[in-house]
């Protein structure tokens, strides 16, 4: 099992910026994919966006142009920059990591989640 610790999570007006930060419990060079899902009350759990161990990104429709996902390998951390932030974007904000489980299959674990809320 991966242990992923969330921060940065908070209130912020319309318009404005956050940084999430997730840090793994082991090198995330060994994670095939790291990723940021949100939940919003009521709702399925949706990719919002991820990174793989190549860097390679992919973004949901409607944060593209708006968040950035980055890797720090030596820090064992991922971060989602989050600008132009949209009430819609109100939700708890989870990490996770795919990856090999060692026998040809792969596995995947969750953080807490982490609270972004958008209000004026």
């Known amino acids: 099992q991966v242990q992923l610790v969330e921060s940065g999570g908070g209130l912020v007006q319309p318009g404005g910026s956050l940084r999430l930060s997730c840090t793994a419990s082991?090198?995330?060079?060994?994670?095939?994919?790291m990723g940021w899902f949100r939940q919003a009350p009521g709702k399925q759990r949706d990719l919002v966006a991820s990174?793989?161990?190549?860097?390679?990104?992919n973004y949901a429709d409607s944060v593209k142009g708006r968040f950035t996902i980055s890797r720090d390998n030596a820090k064992n951390t991922i971060h989602l920059q989050m600008n132009s932030l949209k009430f819609e974007d109100t939700s708890v904000y989870y990490c996770?990591?795919?990856?090999?489980?060692?026998?040809?299959?792969?596995?995947?674990?969750w953080g807490q989640g982490t609270q972004v809320t958008v209000s004026s």
């Open positions: 996770n990591a795919w990856y090999s489980d060692g026998r040809g299959g792969y596995v995947g674990d």
């Open positions: 082991r090198s995330i060079s060994s994670i095939n994919i």
């Open positions: 990174i793989t161990s190549a860097g390679n990104t």
